[in-house]
T-cell receptor, first 110, second 115 residues
């Protein structure tokens, strides 16, 4: 089955700097990769996703890149703001379900 | 206008008790899920229903029994609660099964503490 590894588990960046979270997956048949943001006391919420027919997707300050050959995908947040502090999960589609990474706790430092 | 709602939000109970968590979605979705999130934030799928039929059943103790009376509801009943059941349980829904690349919408979670 699919295995999704996510790094780092914790990330602290200065406000205004960029943050990068990286994930790898094992199932070469995976073709859908969503990213979720979970704020304190709330459920995860989709922030961006990418399908295997594209290598990069951007939405304002958030971008996701996908390298199918290497089975890597990454989340990039630019010009970080205090409200970006949260736990971020990468995920990959495998067969009939979505497998989540273990999450990255992002702290934005003032 | 909550899209996916869960009750209760908090649940504190003694070991050995039986409890239920309810979930409702008003998005008109066909597929609903239960996830368990442990203290380390690891999010793991437990069950998925599509049109009231079970389509995913991970290796979950049979003390956990989901029930879907209709497409908009997926309840989770837990028998003989154990300490290790303490976690946050999230309900989610999607238009079709997530294996098709559908966005999942999560509820606010139910924080279960077994004493």
């Amino acid at each position: 089955g699919e295995n999704v590894e996510q790094h780092p588990s914790t990330l602290s960046v200065q406000e205004g700097d960029s943050a990068v979270i990286k994930c790898t997956y094992s199932d070469s048949a995976s073709n859908y990769f969503p990213w979720y943001k979970q704020e304190l006391g709330k459920g995860p919420q989709l922030i961006i996703d990418i399908r295997s027919n594209v290598g990069e997707k951007k939405d304002q300050r958030i971008a996701v890149t996908l390298n199918k050959t290497a089975k890597h995908f990454s989340l990039h947040i630019t010009e970080t703001q205090p409200e970006d502090s949260a736990v971020y999960f990468c995920a990959a589609k495998s067969d009939d379900k979505i497998i989540f990474g273990k999450g990255t706790r992002l702290h934005i430092l003032p | 206008d909550t899209a996916v709602s869960q009750t209760p939000k908090y649940l504190v109970t003694q070991m050995g008790n039986d409890k239920s968590i309810k979930c409702e979605q008003n998005l008109g979705h066909d597929t609903m899920y239960w996830y368990k999130q442990d203290s380390k934030k690891f999010l793991k799928i437990m069950f998925s229903y599509n049109n009231k039929e079970l389509i995913i059943n991970e290796t979950v103790p049979n003390r956990f029994s989901p029930k879907s009376p209709d497409k908009a509801h997926l309840n989770l009943h837990i028998n003989s609660l154990e300490l290790g059941d303490s976690a946050v349980y999230f309900c989610a829904s999607s238009r079709r099964p997530a294996g098709g690349g559908e966005t999942q919408y999560f509820g606010p979670g139910t924080r279960l503490l077994v004493l």
